[in-house]
């Protein structure tokens, strides 16, 4: 009774006394909706064990998320294996964290993305070239294709060119075995040796990328301004100078080998979602078709530039939506003030060390901000004024917010963009076999995800 989170309402009678609840809902896979049920009934913050708390609301996300006081949680350390390698999802103090984002902070800007002539390269030969090849390949056969499976090398192939350089890039469209080697290590990867597997992979891929970049490889002069040619050597570059060798190939590979990771996960579900939806909407086909192939493409250009593809609001507002109801990462992410009380959502005093969380789950299903979230609607982001559109992003998290925001959203962002653009500027998509679409109830997805079996038909 005397408890500071006494007057929290309780997820369930139980939560002040034990956490059993909520384990129960986690082995369950279902905690995202027990959250969500327990938010609608009583409210933005919810007690779901006796020093843990779930929040739903703008003010709650501020105080914790966008409050470099607050830390991550050991959950991270446990959940990305990040108690044998100190890579920047396990790094839970603030300091620490924030000397190693600030390494890569300016390589993955949206502008330095979007001017970037290795972009620029990637998009042609791994969307434009090699994957149309494949799609061109599926229609002529009318073959019936797993996209979560296709999706997956085309996204590492395209961002392990970003993070270890063109030369240095995978080649997974082609070289099929590779790939199944990486995704059967990563399927397994709770096992020591698959881990260790992963872990020489990355090393090898460092090593090449480090060896092709000399200074005329890695420095790209483009209309006088230059270009780092991967993340793999500006992160090298400043390792070096506060690390000693060993730890900087350590800490380097372990690095890259989670930016791999949670690229090629989460985008592949995302596309997964983007097919599935439109297969679903033939009329959203047809709309985001014109508006693709009203787009042009700046003269002696193979692609329209990234910046001119982010400006097409119906290919905006259907990557938005789908982030927004099926988003691939959708928490809830762990925090905890180390040392202090504070105040939350209208005058909780909530003690120091008190894990609280939020979830994008959760925070995109306020029905008074989306109405009918369970609708996948790309109308609402076309539709709405300024101010509601303003409204809408507050609560958007897909990427999370904060310091501890995404550091890839923009290269996720611009994938995912060009590879709805390859497809659905010359095909259609059908649904084969959408009975393996399973709403995403967990913090992190298998490497098959949900399973969606479409037909690509190209169109005349
Ligand atoms: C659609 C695709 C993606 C989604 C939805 C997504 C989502 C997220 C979210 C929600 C977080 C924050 C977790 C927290 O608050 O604790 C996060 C962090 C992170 N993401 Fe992503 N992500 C995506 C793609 C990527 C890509 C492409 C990369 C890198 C190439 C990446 C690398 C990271 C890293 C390194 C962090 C940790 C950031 C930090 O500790 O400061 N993600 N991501």
């Known amino acids: 009774y005397f408890h500071p989170l006494s007057n929290v309402p309780n997820a369930h009678f139980t939560t002040p006394l034990s956490r059993a609840w909520l384990l129960v809902q986690k082995y369950r896979g279902c905690e995202n909706h027990a959250r969500h049920a327990a938010h609608k009934r009583l409210g933005p913050i919810i007690r779901l064990g006796p020093h843990e708390l779930s929040i739903n609301s703008i003010e709650g996300v501020q105080t914790v998320y966008n409050n470099s ?9 446990n ?7 100190p890579f920047m999802v396990c790094m839970l103090r603030t300091k620490e964290h924030g000397s190693r984002k600030r390494m890569m902070a300016s390589i993955y800007m949206k502008t ?3 001017n970037s ?3 620029k390269s990637l ?3 791994v969307f434009q070239k090699s994957f149309r090849n494949e799609l061109a390949k599926w229609a002529v056969d009318a073959l019936t294709v797993d996209v979560m499976q296709a999706f997956q090398p085309c996204v590492t192939d395209f961002t392990t060119g970003w993070l270890f350089g063109i030369k240095a890039r995978t080649d997974w469209l082609h070289n099929k075995s590779e790939a199944n080697t990486f995704y059967r290590n990563f399927e397994r990867s709770g096992a020591d040796d698959a881990q260790q597997n992963l872990r020489q992979w990355s090393n090898e891929m460092c090593q090449k990328s480090l060896k092709t970049a000399d200074a005329k490889n890695d420095i790209c002069q483009d209309g006088g301004a230059t270009h780092k040619a991967s993340v793999c050597s500006e992160l090298h570059t400043h390792l070096r100078k506060t690390e000693n060798p060993e730890a900087t190939a350590t800490f380097l590979k372990d690095e890259m080998l989670d930016h791999v990771i949670a690229n090629q996960i989460a985008t592949a579900i995302v596309l997964t979602y983007v097919t599935y939806s439109l297969s679903l909407n033939p009329l959203w086909q047809t709309k985001l078709r014109s508006e693709l192939n009203n787009l042009s493409t700046p003269q002696n250009e193979k692609f329209p530039s990234p910046r001119d593809l982010d400006s097409l609001p119906i290919l905006d507002a259907i990557i938005t939506e789908t982030l927004r109801l099926y988003s691939p990462n959708p928490g809830p992410w762990p925090r905890h ?3 202090s009380s504070c105040q939350i959502n209208g005058g909780y005093t909530i003690p120091a060390r008190t ?5 994008s789950y959760t925070l995109h299903r306020n029905d008074s901000v989306f109405p009918d979230p369970e609708e996948w609607k790309p109308e609402r982001w076309l539709e709405a004024s300024t101010e509601q559109r303003a409204g809408m992003m507050k609560w958007f998290w897909a990427f999370g917010s904060g310091t501890r925001m995404c550091i890839g959203s923009n290269l996720a962002l611009l994938s995912l963009k060009a590879v709805v653009k390859v497809i659905y500027s010359e095909f259609e ?11 995403m109830d967990s913090v992190i997805a298998g490497p098959v995800g949900d399973k969606l079996l479409l037909k690509f038909v190209k169109v005349k």
């Open 123 to 125: 998009v042609i030969d």
């Open 69 to 77: 006081s607050f830390e991550r949680t050991e959950w991270f350390l």
């Open 337 to 339: 003030h180390p040392t």
């Open 112 to 114: 330095y993305i979007q």
């Open 429 to 439: 998509t059908e649904i084969v076999d959408g009975s393996g679409m399973e709403q």
């Open 79 to 85: 959940a990305f294996r990040g108690r044998e390698a």
């Open 355 to 359: 894990t609280i969380s939020a979830s």
């Open 117 to 119: 002539p290795v972009i």
